[in-house]
């Protein structure tokens, strides 16, 4: 019944009496179908993603054998494990002993395609597994250039000057902003289905593999973000010059000796984003900050503190009680087991080799929504996955039906390093 139900959707697409052209059109729709039955679709940015909640059924509610009994037929699947099956012309033929035909690449289109289907599900789930926060802390930047320039002006300052009747307006100068991100890079991983996946019906294994490469692109971006927020990697570029995003003096302050405990830490914060300078003008700007990012032991205090109502210091001469919030609900907080890796590895691995007990006690203020946003993804490219058919040798050498590779094109860079305080107990 089950292979019944999938050949009957598959008929209801393609019409063996229609020419071949029109079979194949319909049977690229037949795909589209399916991968909207398991819920990908693609959002406002044009990424492809996993809607759980508008997905009519599972990846791993299909069997890949019977896909392909389905679509291909009993003997084609059966043939795989034969001798002579030592390529893809198996599928084609409709069996090992089948002639090729125009009529079965419809066929062949829907079993690739749903096989596809099934992995971009099972990779999109394992990249977008909700532990992996770092896409909520730093914008994506699409770009079309390994290197970016964020071009802009600097700040005019207070050059208005008051004016008599008949004097002329006084000229604003603007001064040149230019701030060059680094080269992305492309992480990627590969997969292949082979035949005795399909012949044995590895179903499981199969979409098992594909939601761990997208886990594991997932982490390699967010190790990433988290080694250039914590300020492992410094790549901020000014006008031509380098600077460390973390400075204690200099043309901003954003590092300090500040234990996350209570309100008054977050004050210090405040004060500090008050004090940030204009680099070119040397006037006071105004920061909008939006985040908390603190370690999972700091997690609950961060949140006791947004959400105290009455803060109550007690002196040797009585005791004060001031109601109100403190953060307020504005301020998200957000916290990472990644972060605390990035910050105990060791600076060989890509880290700042704290011991736990400092790295604890390490968390950001820091202004996360697009515009002028602290740190930023230039991205070429998105997550995305593509496949192939291998050629002659490959398959027979490996017994590959169909090989799928997953990558990425971005980087991490800092754009406003005012935009960002770091706290810590040193």
């Known amino acids: 019944m089950y292979v019944q139900s999938i050949k009957r959707a598959f ?7 229609d020419s071949p052209e029109v079979q194949r059109g319909r049977a690229v729709e037949y795909v589209e179908t399916f991968r909207r039955d398991l819920g990908i679709r693609t959002n406002k940015n044009g990424r492809p993603t996993l809607v759980a909640s508008e997905a009519a059924r599972t990846a791993d509610s299909f069997s890949i054998r019977d896909l392909g009994i389905a679509h291909l037929g009993y003997h084609a699947v059966e043939s795989l494990m034969e001798a002579n099956a030592n390529d893809f012309r198996v599928f084609e033929a409709g069996g090992a002993s089948g002639a090729i035909t125009p009529g079965s690449i419809p066929n062949v289109s829907a079993f690739l395609g749903s096989v596809q289907g099934l992995l971009d599900a099972a990779l999109l789930e394992g990249y977008e597994s909700p532990e992996f926060v770092i896409d909520s802390l730093i914008p994506v930047m699409p770009s079309k250039t390994k290197i970016k320039k964020l071009l802009g002006l600097g700040a005019i300052g207070d050059k208005s000057i008051r004016r008599n009747p008949g004097d002329p307006h006084a000229v604003a100068q603007f001064a040149d902003r230019v701030v060059t991100t680094q080269e992305t890079w492309n992480d990627a991983l590969s997969m292949h289905v082979t035949h005795e996946a399909v012949y044995y019906d590895q179903t499981g294994e199969v979409l098992n593999q594909a939601n761990k490469i997208g886990q594991s692109l997932a982490l390699r971006k967010e190790l990433d973000g988290f080694g250039l927020l914590a300020g492992v990697t410094n790549p901020y570029n000014y006008n031509g010059s380098a600077y460390n995003t973390y400075l204690t003096s200099g043309n901003w302050i954003n590092d300090v000796a500040n234990e996350l405990n209570d309100w008054t830490d977050v ?4 004060a500090m984003f008050s004090r940030m300078t204009d680099q070119e003008t040397g006037n006071r700007i105004a920061i909008s900050w939006d985040t908390v990012l603190c370690s999972p032991t700091k997690a609950l205090t ?4 947004q959400s105290a109502t009455q803060v109550e210091t007690r002196t040797a001469s009585g005791t004060e009680v001031r109601s109100g919030g403190n953060l307020g609900d504005t301020k998200k907080i957000v916290s990472s087991p990644y972060l605390d890796q990035v910050l105990t590895s060791a600076v060989a691995a890509g880290g700042l080799a704290l011991s736990q007990s400092n790295a604890d006690q390490y968390w950001w203020a820091l ?6 946003s602290a740190f ?4 070429n490219w998105p997550f995305r996955v593509q496949r192939s058919r291998p050629d002659d040798h490959f398959a027979h050498n490996h017994k590959v039906i169909l ?3 997953a990558d990425q094109m971005h980087s991490f860079d800092v754009q406003e390093p005012r935009a960002v305080i770091r706290c810590k107990n040193e």
């Open 367 to 372: 202004k996360t929504a697009k515009g002028m």
């Open 302 to 305: 961060a949140k006791y503190i």
């Open 267 to 270: 004050n210090v914060v405040n």
């Open 403 to 405: 090989s799928v590779y």
């Open 376 to 379: 930023v993804r230039p991205e």
């Open 11 to 17: 008929e209801d697409f393609v019409n063996p009496q």
